[in-house]
C-alpha cells in the first residue's frame, strides 16, 4: 500500500466523531465507538490475532484528546481512560475504507459472546 497522508483530522463537537480526509481524496467519518473498540493497542489487538479482545458498552463513548505522534499517527483518548492506541494514518485509512465490514464483524462478536454495545449501569 502507498503512503498515505491526512489532510484534515477533526473531531467534532460532541466529540463522537471524528473526520479524516486523505490526500487522495477519500475521506470518513469514524464514530468513536468504532475507533474505541477497534483500537490498535495491545490492551484491544492483543501480541497475536487470537489474543484479541471483543470491547462492549462503548455506544456512548467520547473522544476527549487527539493527540499527535511524530508523522505518522496520532493518539485518541477516549473518555473511559482508554489512551494506549496509535492511530497511524494507514490504519486510520484502512478503518475507513473497510468500516462496514469491521464493524459487521464487531457487531457479530459481541452477538456470539452475549454482549451489548451499551455501557453497563452501575447502581
Known sequence: MSTVWPTEIRLSKDKRTLHVAFDDGAAFDLSAEYLR?????????????????????????????????????????????????????????????????????YLAELAEKGLSRDPVRRR
Open 37 to 105: 473498540t477497534q483500537s490498535p493497542s495491545a490492551e484491544v489487538q492483543g501480541h497475536a490475532a487470537s489474543e484479541r479482545k471483543t470491547v462492549p458498552g462503548k455506544s456512548g463513548v467520547q473522544i476527549i484528546g487527539v493527540e499527535p505522534v511524530g508523522n505518522y499517527a496520532v493518539r485518541l483518548v477516549f473518555d473511559d481512560m482508554h489512551q494506549t492506541g496509535l492511530f497511524s494514518w494507514t490504519y486510520l485509512r484502512e478503518l475507513g475504507d473497510r468500516h462496514g465490514e469491521k464493524w459487521a464483524a
